[in-house]
């Protein structure tokens, strides 16, 4: 199944803004975090399991065991603070 990646604020600057991705049915957005950790040293380090990093699915805050769906929008961003 198809689904779109969003990476927001350094995430985005440093991965890019979004991408289609294929992933097997059944699939967790940790296991896709965990896909794209394998991905590259930027991936890695930006979305390594100790940061701070949030997940959306289709624009709904999640928890890494939230199943995905053929066509679902998976974004990862900051904690985001104001002052």
Do not use: W, Y
């Not at 991965?15 to 394998?38: F, I, N, Y």
């Amino acid at each position: 199944m198809q689904i779109r990646l969003k990476f927001f604020a350094v995430l985005r600057e440093r991965l890019g803004a979004s991408e289609l991705l294929q992933v097997a049915a059944g699939s967790t957005v940790g296991q896709v975090r965990d896909l794209l950790l394998a991905r590259s040293a930027d991936h890695a380090e930006l979305l390594a399991r100790g940061r701070a990093v949030r997940s959306a699915l289709n624009q709904q805050l999640c928890f890494d065991s939230a199943l995905l769906s053929d066509g679902d929008e998976l974004a990862f961003f900051p904690p985001v603070t104001g002052g």
